[in-house]
C-alpha cells in the first residue's frame, strides 16, 4: 500500500513557476513508477508526465520543454517543476503511482492503482 500527499499548489500569474511535491508512505515507494495528472474544471483528468521506477521520463507534448518530474527516493517523495506557467495549466493536479515489473508508459488513469487527494494550481493572465 502507498498513500500519496501533494502539495505545493497555489495562485501565481502567466509565466510565474511552481513546484509540486508529493510525499509519499512505503518503504519500497522507489520501486514504484510515479506519474502527475491534472483536472481542469469541466474536462477529463490528462496524464502530465511519468517517472519510472529507473527514472526513465515522459511528458506530454503540453508540457514539454516547461515541467520536469523528479523523484527523491531517500525522501519517498516526488516533484514536478513547472516554469513557464500558462492560464491553460490551470487544474488540479494529482500524483499517482504503479508498482510495475516492467518499463512501459503509464499514460491513463487505468494504469495507476494509488492516488493523492490533489492540489490546486490557477494560473492568471
Known amino acids: 500500500q502507498v498513500q500519496l500527499v501533494e502539495s505545493g499548489g497555489g495562485l501565481v500569474q502567466a509565466g510565474d513557476s511552481l513546484r509540486l511535491s508529493c510525499a509519499a508512505s512505503g518503504r519500497t515507494f522507489s520501486a514504484y513508477d510515479v506519474g502527475w495528472f491534472r483536472q481542469a474544471p469541466g474536462k477529463e483528468r490528462e496524464f502530465v508526465a511519468q517517472?519510472?521506477?529507473?527514472?526513465?521520463?515522459c511528458n506530454t507534448d503540453s508540457v514539454k520543454g516547461r515541467f520536469t518530474i523528479s523523484r527523491d527516493n531517500a525522501k519517498n517523495t516526488v516533484y514536478l517543476q513547472m516554469n513557464s506557467l500558462k492560464p491553460e495549466d490551470t487544474a488540479i493536479y494529482y500524483c499517482a503511482a504503479k508498482l510495475q515489473l516492467r518499463l512501459r508508459a503509464l499514460t491513463t488513469e487505468a494504469d495507476y492503482d494509488y492516488w493523492g487527494q490533489g492540489t490546486q494550481v490557477t494560473v492568471s493572465s
Open positions: 517517472m519510472s521506477r529507473d527514472s526513465i521520463t
